[in-house]
């Protein structure tokens, strides 16, 4: 995840006779950038970056990440939701769940924990026995440890987490606000009656109240840097749980030509402002085999900055098809990010798949198999 | 579309520049706390921004105005008609090109199997009323390390009288750092 810092380390672009090229505006990094618990200035271009909270996800979009498309029954890309908002909870990150499906703190309750090293036993039974309000601090200090590797987006980055999705986050310690949009008659009512009412319809009214929710929190938290003295600066972990599907009133999922075919584009592009002009970053999960308008898809993947696609195999051939035995479904990066700069590291192969194993959720790289066919060369 | 959102970039040769930035400013319009104006469905007032950013004053010697929209798309994202849009960017050529002698540069996005019918219509109508066309897109072939996509370039010579054809010109290219390299098909560095 990128969040942009206020703007300290934009790259400018100048263009004076010759080749165009950008120079940066400030010094990259910043020792200033990189006070945030939990992030790491990128190299080219000084910006943040966030973890998404799977090692292995970082090294294909190169610690970003900003949207992934739901896989057919919900099951996995629920979990990447969560590896994102567990790796807020243990960086000391604020957090933002939004949830029009279940309800948000029941979310927060079932974030996995990072798995424990077994070397590490003893130091792990100290950690244990320390108050909830110093967990996270003993966790960074434990990882602090590991050599730091070089940056190229591999494998191995400086603090690497691993979830373990047999153990829970406890939520004690846990600061985070909720959005949870419960259709009442009577706020259907207020929602048709505002339609009428306008000259050209807005976006929906729960896209709308879901919008000045986050407002509200970025600049009364002082995320935006309203607020400078009140707090530490940190970021804010967003987390929207199947936008577009029908239980945030919208009908994009119900019909090729929907109504508020612009409700959540616009949503998406209010959104990326409040990002850009905060310390925070957002994951979303939209259903996208529900979307029958393929316009709508495109546009929402061109307005993130970036777009994973998870095809589950459940309830499909390839469940039993011997090519995939080893693995759960397959990943398709359909947008990589590029802020601030011309060109993102990302890894050279685009032929991913994704297993559950016990207790991880691993993307690798797809062995290829060779079928031997029958060739007949005739001279 | 009351103030529309749009990146924009208004550059003259003393090196000045007048920078719209459509995120930034709707946060304003969305959260902000006077009364907004009723939505209309064109975007008169866009274009009245641009002519009077663009508006030469007195005394004043500029040459060469350009006119960048980055991008076009996100307007129909925001619910702009694609007929709005493309009357929008007909009268900044108006005022633009035929006025004050400056020259539009558009960006828009485009697949070859798009879903997005009103996309598609708009970048053909563009691409009719266009001069030159900078047509990037990946290689045929699929994803390679060391290039990355071709150029077409497409001088509508067809356009001016005398009715020539069309000229085409097709580079190679990979997006460095800082700076982009371009090189005839087959003559990229790692091949040679």
Known sequence: MAARAGGEAVPAARGRGGAPSFQRKGPPGGSRLAAIAGTRPAVRHGQLLLSTGLPSLDSVLGWCGAGSEEDKYGVYSHLLFKYFLAEGVVCGHDLFVASAKELPTSILKELPAPLLDNCRNEVGEEAAAV?????????????????????????????????????????????????????????????????????????????????????????????????????QKNILRIGIQSLGS?????????????????????????????????????????????????????????????????????????????????????????????????????????????????????????????VPFFCLLIC | ?????????????????????????????????????????????????????LAPVDGDAWQGRVLLLDELGVLLSLGAAPVAVLDFVHYCRVAVCSRLQGNIVVLVHSNEDSGDKENELLVTALSHHSDLILWAEGLATGFCKDVHGQLKIIRRTSLRPGGERDSLQLYQYKIQERNVAFFARGMSAAVL
Request: proline share 3%.
């Open chain 1, 246 to 370: 029908m239980l945030w009133d919208d009908d994009i999922c119900c019909t090729e030509n929907p109504e508020n075919a612009h409700s959540i584009t616009k949503f998406l592009y209010v959104l990326r402002g409040l990002l850009r002009k905060s310390l925070s970053a957002c994951i979303i999960t939209v259903p996208a085999h529900l979307i029958q308008n393929k316009a709508i898809m495109e546009r929402v993947t061109n307005l993130s900055d970036v777009v994973v696609g998870l095809e589950s195999f459940i309830g499909s051939e390839r469940e039993t098809n011997p090519l995939y035995k080893d693995y759960h479904g397959l990943i398709h990066v359909r947008q990589i990010p590029r802020l601030n700069c011309l060109i993102c590291d990302v890894s050279d192969t685009k032929d991913l798949a994704f297993r559950l194993k016990r207790k991880q959720f691993t993307i690798e790289v797809r062995e290829t198999v060779f």
């Open chain 1, 131 to 231: 108050k909830s309000e110093d967990d996270s601090m003993q966790i960074a200090w434990r990882y602090q440890n590991l050599p730091k590797m070089e940056v190229n987006f591999d494998i191995s980055l400086v603090s690497v987490r691993i979830f373990s999705l047999y153990v829970t986050l406890s939520a004690r310690k846990l600061k985070f606000c909720v959005f949870f949009l419960n259709i009442a008659i009577s706020s259907i009512l207020k929602c048709v009656v505002k339609h009428f009412l306008l000259a050209n319809s807005n976006m929906n009214c729960g896209y709308a109240r879901l919008l000045q929710s986050i407002q509200k929190i970025i600049y009364q938290e002082g995320f935006d840097g309203s607020h400078p003295q009140k707090k």
């Open chain 2, 1 to 53: 579309m009351g103030r529309s959102p749009l990146k924009w970039w208004l550059k003259t040769e003393r090196g000045q520049l007048v920078f719209l930035e459509g995120l930034g400013s709707c946060l304003d319009v969305v959260f902000g706390q006077e009364q907004r104006e009723e939505d209309v469905s064109d975007l008169r007032a866009l274009f009245t921004f641009v002519q009077a950013a």
